[in-house]
């Protein structure tokens, strides 16, 4: 059964960075299509970040210039790097592992921003 597990979430302080890791379990990782959501509280999911299996990225207006998102086909890993947190990123994020009809989530990871 394929797995996608997220972590390096945890409360930071208005202008930190965090940076998120994932994990996936299945083969064929570098034809995977990967994404970052999040969903705050009371809100719906929003695309944070995408990354394809060609690497061409995709960005929210409201994080370009301070989120980055990579991949390690290496390693079958997606990772998102977040600079200058803002309180209102506070959310639990999750990564997106997707190909044809293949759609799988992780269960998220929890970033708080606080201070």
């Known amino acids: 059964q394929v797995q996608v597990v997220e972590s390096g979430g945890g409360l930071v302080q208005p202008g930190a960075s965090l940076r998120l890791s994932c994990a996936f379990s299945?083969?064929?990782?570098?034809?995977?299509?990967t994404a970052w959501y999040r969903q705050a509280p009371g809100k719906q999911r929003e695309l944070v970040a995408d990354?394809?299996?060609?690497?061409?990225?995709k960005y929210a207006d409201s994080v370009k210039g301070r989120f980055t998102i990579s991949r390690d086909n290496a390693k079958n890993m997606v990772s998102l790097q977040m600079d200058s947190l803002k309180p209102e990123e506070t959310a639990v994020y999750y990564c997106?592992?997707?190909?044809?009809?293949?759609?799988?989530w992780g269960r998220g990871t929890k970033v708080t921003v606080s201070s």
């Open positions: 997106n592992v997707r190909y044809t009809r293949a759609n799988y």
């Open positions: 299945g083969s064929f990782f570098s034809r995977y299509a």
């Open positions: 990354i394809s299996e060609t690497y061409i990225t």
